[in-house]
C-alpha cells in the first residue's frame, strides 16, 4: 500500500526532465487533464462524418461496446475525481487494482450480457471477485455496488433493477472465460494503466471482441486523452478539453469522438516516412518497457524527438489519429503480455492505416488464449516506415545480446 501511495504522489509532482518539446507533450499528457474541462470552448468541426452504416456485420455490437465503455468511463472519472485511500488495494502480483477497475468490469459485463443476449456469451477480462469476497472486502464490495447502480442509472434510457452485490460479483466473474480460436469472445480491460488512474494520468477503458482469433472490433475510451491532436507539437491550452473515444470495426476504419457524444471524425495515421522526423510512444512506467532500448533504436533510427511517455493503451489512441508516428513496448525478461493489454488498441490503429507487430515482424495472435505468445516485444507505425522500424529493432536487439 505505502508503495502504491508513494508512486501515486510521486507521479503527481513529477516533471520531466528532459527536452522542452517533450515538456510540452508531457504537460499536455499529463496535465492538460487534470484541470476541469471548459465546456464552453467548442469543438473543432469534424473532418468527416460518419454515414450511419447499415452494411457493416459488428454494427450492433460496436454501438453496444461504445455505449459500455462510454458508462465505464463515467464510473472511472467520478472515481479518480474523489480517490480515497480505501479505492485502492494491492492485487496478488502487488500491482494496484481500484474500485473503478471492479466496477468498470462489472458495468461493461452487464450491459454486453444484456443488451446482446447469446447462448455462448464470452468476456476474457483481467479482473475477478477473489478478493473482493474476502470478508474484510464487504465494505469496498458495497461502494462498487453503490457506483455501479449509480452508473447504471445516470444513463436513463431504460429501467434497469437495481444490482445486488451478488450480481456485481456475477458479473466481474463473467470475465473468467479463456478465449481462444472459435466463435466469438469479448477482452476487457477496465482499466488499463492503472497507475496512470492512480496518478490523474492517461489511462483507458479498452474492449475488443474475438471473432474466430481475429479482433473484429475495438472501443476505447481514454477519459483524460485531450480531443485536440497534438502532431506537431503545437503548444498546449491548459483549457483543452479531454475525454476521447475511439472505435473500429473491422474494414471499415476507425473513427474518434468526444466522450460525451460529439459527431464522429475519421482518424489516419502519420504518414511520415522519415524516421528522423518521427516521435515514439512508450510506456510511462520503467518497469512496463526497456526505454534503454528503445533510445538505443531511436538513435539507430536518428530520431530527433525525445520519447513522449504515456500511460495505457492511450499510446495506440493517439498514434490512430497521427499524435506520434511509432509505438515502442519492449517489456523485462519473462513478462507475459496479457491480450486485453492490446486487442482494442491493435485494431483502432490498424483500421487507421497503422501496422502492429512483434519484433520479429509477425502480427499479434489473439487466438491462443488469455496471453500472447509472441517475440521479444510489440512494435507499432505507419505501413512505409515499418520495414526501417523493423530492420532498426533487429540489430539493436542483437547488438544488446551481443553486449550481454
Ligand atoms: N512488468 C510489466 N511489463 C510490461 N507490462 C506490464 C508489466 N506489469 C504490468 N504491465 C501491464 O502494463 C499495462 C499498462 O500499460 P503500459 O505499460 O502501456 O502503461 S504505462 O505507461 O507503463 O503506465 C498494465 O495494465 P493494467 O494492469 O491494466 O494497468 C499491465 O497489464
Ligand atoms: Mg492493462
Ligand atoms: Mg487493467
Ligand atoms: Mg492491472
Not at 473543432?44 to 454494427?59: E, G, L, T
Request: hydrophobic share 35%; net charge negative; aromatic share 6%.
Amino acid at each position: 500500500m505505502a508503495i502504491i501511495l508513494s508512486t501515486a504522489l510521486l507521479g503527481c509532482i513529477y516533471v520531466h526532465p528532459l527536452t522542452r518539446i517533450l515538456y510540452l507533450d508531457h504537460y499536455y499528457y499529463t496535465y492538460a487533464p487534470k484541470l476541469k474541462s471548459i465546456s464552453s470552448l467548442s469543438l473543432k468541426p469534424p473532418r468527416n462524418s460518419v454515414r450511419a452504416a447499415s452494411i457493416m456485420s459488428y454494427d450492433k455490437e460496436l454501438a453496444t461496446a461504445k455505449k459500455a465503455c462510454s458508462l465505464a468511463a463515467r464510473l472511472c472519472q467520478k472515481v479518480q475525481r474523489a480517490l480515497l485511500q480505501s479505492d485502492v488495494q494491492s492485487k496478488s502480483d502487488k500491482s494496484p487494482v481500484t474500485v473503478a477497475d471492479y466496477g468498470s468490469q462489472a458495468v461493461v459485463s452487464f450491459i454486453l450480457e444484456k443488451e446482446l443476449p447469446s447462448r455462448s456469451f464470452s468476456l476474457v477480462a483481467e479482473e475477478d471477485s477473489g478478493d473482493l469476497r474476502k470478508e474484510e472486502s464487504q465494505e469496498t464490495l458495497q461502494r462498487i455496488t453503490k457506483l455501479v447502480n449509480e452508473t447504471l442509472a445516470s444513463d436513463g434510457t431504460e429501467n434497469v433493477s437495481l444490482l445486488s452485490d451478488e450480481d456485481v460479483l456475477t458479473a466481474i466473474d463473467s470475465g473468467k472465460s479463456e478465449g481462444g480460436s472459435f466463435g466469438q469472445h469479448w477482452v476487457l480491460d477496465p482499466i488499463d494503466g492503472t497507475k496512470g488512474f492512480l496518478r490523474g494520468d492517461q489511462y483507458a477503458i479498452a474492449l475488443g471482441l474475438l471473432d474466430e482469433g481475429k479482433v473484429v472490433l475495438g472501443v476505447l475510451a481514454c477519459p483524460n486523452l485531450p480531443l485536440q491532436t497534438s502532431a506537431g507539437h503545437v503548444q498546449h491550452n491548459v483549457q483543452d478539453k479531454v475525454g476521447c473515444l475511439f472505435f473500429a470495426q473491422v474494414g471499415t476504419g476507425t473513427y474518434m469522438q468526444s466522450l460525451d457524444g460529439s459527431q464522429p471524425t475519421k482518424v489516419d495515421v502519420s504518414s511520415t516516412e522519415n524516421a528522423e522526423d518521427a516521435s515514439f510512444f512508450e510506456s510511462f512506467e520503467a518497469a512496463h518497457s526497456l526505454h534503454d532500448l528503445t533510445s538505443m533504436i531511436a538513435k539507430k533510427l536518428s530520431i530527433k524527438a525525445p520519447p513522449v511517455r504515456i500511460d495505457s493503451q492511450a499510446k495506440y489512441g493517439a498514434l490512430s489519429r497521427g499524435d506520434g508516428t511509432i509505438y515502442m513496448r519492449f517489456p523485462h525478461r519473462g513478462y507475459r503480455e496479457k491480450i486485453w493489454d492490446h486487442a482494442a488498441g491493435c485494431i483502432v490503429v490498424t483500421e487507421a492505416g497503422g501496422v502492429v507487430s512483434d519484433a520479429a515482424g509477425n502480427p499479434l495472435d489473439f487466438s491462443r488464449g488469455r496471453y500472447l505468445d509472441l517475440d521479444t516485444g510489440i512494435i507499432v507505425t505507419n505501413q512505409k516506415l515499418m520495414p526501417t522500424l523493423l530492420k532498426a529493432v533487429q540489430e539493436s536487439l542483437k547488438e544488446k545480446a551481443s553486449s550481454l
